[in-house]
């Protein structure tokens, strides 16, 4: 079995090499589409932890302070650093640049060059996973004009106030959307209020058939032809008296 970056890390991050037992660090969510993915959860949610359950090949001591060392290090959660967040530095493009020949995130490496910080942009995923040969590296000093000359021409007065109005017409549009799903909301929420309290208005010792006035369990008006119905439906005959026997 290859010795690799994310093997290495899952040894790390496992209280079971520390001598302890636990269970329910990560946690099963069913997507939409029926699909199976797996959380982790922090430690104070977990259902066990049993410290010294077993000889292990550091202390928890050792455990903890790599925990916190591990996570002191860590710019960014998830693969390939997805979240890519600014830090340091002069590079425009850190946290942004994307390989074009594997498709993954890049990082910034910065040298002296004539007493001046020069970034460059270097894909080290395969690097860092199998030990392998960086995928390639671009000096990122042209990288960087060329992105500034391209945000000065977008940058002009006319631009910025076009973003701004399309800006604003999204805000206003977003803002109209949760106005509607707020009245959707209210409505529903008169609508449950009044079953209640035309629910609990019913008095229970009363027949089916003998209700007390003002209550009603019907949730909507009833149909204008079933009252047509109810109001023009005919008297009965009376019955001509049997004759006398």
């Known amino acids: 079995m290859p010795l690799q970056h994310w093997r290495v890390l899952r040894t790390l991050h496992n209280p079971r090499y520390a001598g302890a037992f636990a269970y329910g660090r990560r946690r099963e969510r069913l997507a939409a589409g029926g699909k199976k993915s797996y959380q982790l959860v922090p430690r104070e949610q977990w259902i066990a932890l049993i410290r010294d359950a077993h000889p292990g090949y550091i202390s928890w001591d050792q455990y903890e302070t790599n925990q916190k060392l591990l996570l002191g290090n860590a710019t960014a959660h998830g693969a390939d650093r997805a979240a890519g967040p600014a830090r340091e530095g002069t590079a425009l493009l850190q946290g942004l640049a994307i390989c074009g020949r594997c498709g993954r995130r890049m990082t910034v490496r910065y040298h002296i060059r004539r007493g001046v910080e020069v970034p460059d942009y270097q894909c080290m995923n395969r690097c860092i996973q199998d030990g392998t040969a960086r995928c390639q590296t671009v000096p990122g000093g042209t990288v960087d004009a060329a992105v500034s000359s391209l945000l000065l021409e977008a940058l002009t007065p006319h631009a910025l ?85």
């Not at 106030?161 to 549009?173: M, Y």
């Not at 609990?200 to 209550?215: E, F, N, T």
């Open 161 to 245: 106030e076009v973003a701004l109005t399309v800006q604003a017409e999204l805000d206003t549009r977003a803002a109209e959307a949760d106005a509607v799903r707020r009245q959707a909301v209210e409505r529903a929420r008169h609508h449950a209020d009044l079953a209640r309290r035309r629910y609990l208005a019913v008095d229970p010792r009363q027949p089916a058939g003998r209700r007390q006035p003002g209550s009603r369990l019907e949730l909507r008006p009833a149909h204008p032809a079933d009252r047509a119905r109810t109001t023009t439906a005919p008297a009965p005959t009376p019955r001509p008296p049997s004759p006398a026997s």
